[in-house]
């Protein structure tokens, strides 16, 4: 194979004699003695000879003369207005006279989105008004007092809703701030009133609203646009509460139920005399099934104090995986109202029968009767004592049901189903799946087909136009070329 | 050019007289309207009248004028282009009703020409006829010098093949202008 001591651009370089003196002429003598780059550099040599064949015609005489350019320098533009500055400067221009339009654009745009901004600030306000005014007479409904405060009205963190969470509106909301407006509760024994300021003046609202317990809302000391038909339903409503009997606080006999599987019976069953032990809590009842140490099974009810409820059933959640759960609130004010009103009756009876015994004297008979009286009365009144006793402390403490078993794990030797009862669950299975998916094919098909179609053919067109266009100008070019 | 610019107008009569024909043959290599060549010769003058003034003799004045001439070629061709997307394709002039030498070489060697690529054809163009170094084109396309030498190199070879088989072999090749 042989080699050259120069590359065939070196050559190429040469011929165009874009080297050194030097180096010029070594290529020279190696041109001189090697065919291959002598050959290489005749065919350069024969382009250059074939490209000198095309030539152009003579700009004819009269065309333009210099006299004539000379004159016209300042009238033609060559670049558009600012063709009479440097290209340097031309580009700052530009780029300033594009920066102005900018700022122009921006100067009437951003006015004009802060307006809108506000307006839909102040909107969502008027709405926050009347959702907090519904949720103030649900509130007062069902809990027969008003809210103490917005954070009342919010959801519970875990489980059921009480009086400070009544999950009546949204977390958002609940905090005191929403969409740039402010929202202070100020609760004044049975009336209240919300007012919702503009955290920023002037930028994220104008206006002041406020509503009470009216339901009226007002904007800036103003009825908003007379009474709606929500606020006149709302007014009605409180004024109707208003009316209603104002029960005793709230006592409600909570009651959780859960079944959760754990993978070390030994160990939850451990834990769960911590837990109890931790919460001052007891077992009501208590059943343990099957094998103590790997598949058993346990139901308890245990009672936990309520405030511990919380942190209760969350450790209790981490014992393994929680396959149900269920929480409810058995309202027993009244039931213990009444209870505590026959109490007092009882005593007032007994008392009265104690005086007779006491101040009157009459037969044996007569004595002997207002003792049995005395007697089934005070029999009467321990027992309501007791059932009292008992329903606080269903009040007091919270019941949980708890169902806890063993997660299943299969072992060698375990019978399992036979072939032919898996081959027919695997087609049942196969089957409803099919059934399954194209039924929700047709509903997709069905529900946003026709929109698909509506926008492909809204954009189809302008596309395909500018796509065909684009597509014969590039032609156009490549065949000119 | 340094005269003029000082303030000696005959000296641009001289510049003139000198480049017309180069700057026109440049353009109309390059369009296939004879009379917008013209234009653009005329533009390349103006250009160079307005410059004149801030011209400094950094590089050989010829490649300095080529680099003019090659701008307002450019500005021109993204105007054609844009034109024609929005409002159509202007009249074309087949150069080969237009040319001097309309003969069959000529229309074989422009096909030849039309089947390089575009970089590399202009670079050729360039070193072909109007005669610029390497270090020149490469500052006129803003590519190393090395880049310029490999695809001129490319383009002699490539042009060289598509000269050999005869002119018959590629009669398909429409004729027109070289962008």
């Given amino acids: ?481 | 050019m340094l005269a003029f610019s000082k303030g000696v107008a005959i000296a641009f009569d001289q510049l003139f007289v000198r480049y017309r024909q180069p700057i026109f043959a440049f353009f109309r290599r390059r369009t296939s309207d004879l009379p917008r060549a013209e234009e653009l010769t005329q533009e390349t003058f103006i250009a160079l009248l307005r410059a004149a003034p801030r011209y400094q003799p950094s590089a050989l004045f010829r490649a300095y004028l080529f680099a003019i001439a090659f701008r307002i070629l450019r500005a021109d061709r993204r105007k054609v282009t844009f034109r024609a997307f929005f409002f159509g394709s202007p009249a074309k002039v087949d150069l080969a009703t237009t040319a001097r030498n309309n003969n069959d070489e000529v229309l074989w060697l422009r096909q030849a020409l039309g089947r390089l690529d575009a970089v590399d054809r202009e670079i050729l163009l360039l070193r072909e006829f109007e005669q610029l170094g390497y270090g020149e084109i490469g500052k006129l396309l803003k590519l190393p010098l090395n880049t310029v030498r490999s695809r001129l190199f490319r383009a002699r070879l490539a042009l060289r093949e598509h000269l050999e088989p005869g002119p018959a072999a590629s009669a398909s090749v429409p004729v027109g202008e070289i962008s």
């Fill in chain 1, 1 to 481: 194979m042989k080699t050259h001591p120069y590359d065939p651009e070196t050559v190429m370089s040469y011929f165009d004699g874009e080297l050194s003196s030097t180096e010029a002429a070594d290529v020279a003598a190696h041109l001189h003695v090697c065919p291959d780059c002598f050959k290489l550099a005749n065919d350069f040599v024969h382009v250059s000879g074939v490209l000198t064949k095309w030539q152009v015609e003579i700009l004819p005489p009269g065309t333009t003369d210099a006299a004539t350019l000379l004159k016209t320098k300042g009238r033609v533009s060559i670049s558009g207005f600012f063709g009479w500055l440097r290209p340097s400067n031309r580009i700052l221009v530009y780029t300033v006279a594009v920066g102005a339009l900018s700022v122009l654009l921006f100067a009437i745009a951003v006015p004009n989105l802060i307006r809108s901004k506000m307006a839909a600030n102040e909107a969502s306000a008027v709405g926050s008004l009347r959702t907090l005014t519904t949720a103030t007479i649900m509130y007062n409904d069902q809990y027969h007092h008003l809210p103490p405060s917005l954070e009342s009205l919010r959801a519970p963190t875990y489980g059921q809703t009480y009086a400070d969470a009544a999950n009546l509106i949204d977390p958002t909301l609940a905090s005191g701030s929403k969409s740039g407006y402010r929202f202070t509760y100020q609760p004044l024994g049975d009336r209240y009133t919300i007012t919702a300021e503009a955290i920023e003046p002037e930028k994220s609202g104008t206006r002041l609203f406020s509503t009470d317990e009216t339901g009226i809302i007002f904007s800036n000391g103003k009825p908003l646009g007379g009474e709606s038909q929500v606020e006149k339903t709302s007014k009605t409503r409180l004024l109707d509460l208003e009316r209603a009997a104002r029960p005793p606080a709230t006592m409600i006999a909570r009651t959780v139920e859960f079944s959760i599987v754990v993978k070390d019976f030994a160990r939850a069953r451990t834990s769960m005399d911590a837990l109890l032990a931790r919460h001052r809590g007891y077992f009501a009842q208590l059943t343990v099934s099957g094998d103590s140490t790997s598949r058993g099974s346990l139901q308890a009810s245990l009672r936990i104090p309520v405030p511990e409820l919380d942190s209760a059933v969350t450790e209790l959640k981490s014992f393994g995986r929680v396959e149900h759960e269920s929480q409810s609130g058995e309202e027993v004010t009244m039931q213990h109202a009444d209870i505590v009103a026959r109490i007092s009756n009882a005593r007032e009876a007994e008392s009265r029968l104690k005086d007779m015994l006491r101040t009157r004297t009459g037969k044996v008979a007569d004595v002997l009767e207002v003792e049995q009286q005395i007697s089934q009365t005070r029999g009467q009144i321990e027992q309501m004592e007791a059932e009292l006793k008992a329903l606080e402390t269903r009040v007091d403490f919270a019941t949980i049901s708890l169902t806890l078993s063993t997660e299943f794990k299969d072992r060698v030797g375990e019978l399992s189903p036979s072939a032919s009862t898996r081959i027919r669950n695997a087609s049942v299975s196969g089957y409803r799946d099919f059934r399954e998916t194209v039924i929700g094919l047709l509903v997709w098909i069905l529900a946003s087909g026709p929109g698909i179609v509506l926008w492909a053919a809204i954009f189809t067109l302008p596309l395909l136009w500018i796509w065909r266009r684009w597509r014969a100008t590039q032609n156009r070019f490549q065949a000119a070329a």
